[in-house]
């Protein structure tokens, strides 16, 4: 019950169903995800906070830094052209990072790749060491993301968030974000079925095309 309280039905159904399914499921071979797409304003991201700084990391930098990417995830990353934005504290410490991209974006954890709008950016993999998680190092972060949207004459960053994690939903609001969609992905065996994507039903492997979504198309002023 407190659950739906929180979540709202069609949440909770989405949280019960995620949680249900990777409870049975046997090397991967089923899962649910239903996911929030959320267009984050640069209007709405904070100023830096004094003492902090925010830049681009290369790959042989952040090698040297314990962060939640392992090694492997860091190469996709940069292979795929994300940029790679760290935060460093008042002391020097690197405590948090994020990644951002352009043109398009392959998603990791389903078989889809989304179309960013010319004047929009994709935000992924936004981590904050867990010493750090309370202090200002997440707006630090965010307003090093402002930074670097403007550089390049952007709008607006993108990023897709599991429909019931709350936390992250409510950090972005209180920046102004808004949800222009829910779309929400099926994998059985082999296969995926997505049920706002085309083509919806894709064979899971690496020779195969994946769904597309274009983000354009999902809501007004992103392009």
């Not at 995620?18 to 089923?30: P, S, T």
């Not at 010319?118 to 402002?146: K, N, Q, Y």
């Not at 990023?159 to 609001?173: E, F, G, I, K």
Request: charge should be positive; hydrophobic fraction near 50%; aromatic fraction near 8%.
């Amino acid at each position: 019950m407190h659950t739906i309280q929180m979540l709202g039905l069609i949440g909770a159904a989405s949280y019960l169903a995620a949680r249900g399914l990777q409870g049975v499921a046997r090397g991967g071979g089923l899962a649910w995800h239903r996911y929030a797409i959320l267009a984050q304003p640069r209007a709405g991201l904070p100023a830096m906070p004094r003492g902090y700084a925010v830049r681009e990391l290369a790959a042989a930098e952040l090698a040297g830094h314990p962060v939640d990417a392992a090694p492997a995830v860091q190469a996709e990353r940069f292979a795929a052209g994300l940029a790679c934005l760290g935060v460093f504290d008042p002391q020097g410490r690197l405590t948090g990072l994020v990644w951002l991209g352009q043109g398009t974006y392959l998603e990791d954890e389903v078989a889809v790749r989304f179309a960013i709008p010319p004047r929009c950016c994709w935000d992924t993999g936004l981590w904050i060491a867990p010493e750090h998680r309370m202090g200002r190092s997440f707006a630090a972060l965010w307003a090093g993301v402002g930074h670097w949207m403007d550089a390049r004459g952007l709008s607006h960053s993108l990023s897709r968030v599991a429909d019931y994690n709350l936390p992250a939903l409510a950090a972005h609001r209180r920046m102004g974000a808004r949800v222009l969609a829910h779309r929400s992905f099926l994998k059985v065996g082999g296969w995926q079925w997505a049920f706002a994507a085309r083509p919806r039903l894709v064979r899971l492997s690496p020779a195969t095309r994946p769904a597309e979504i274009d983000l354009g198309q999902l809501g007004a002023g992103l392009v």
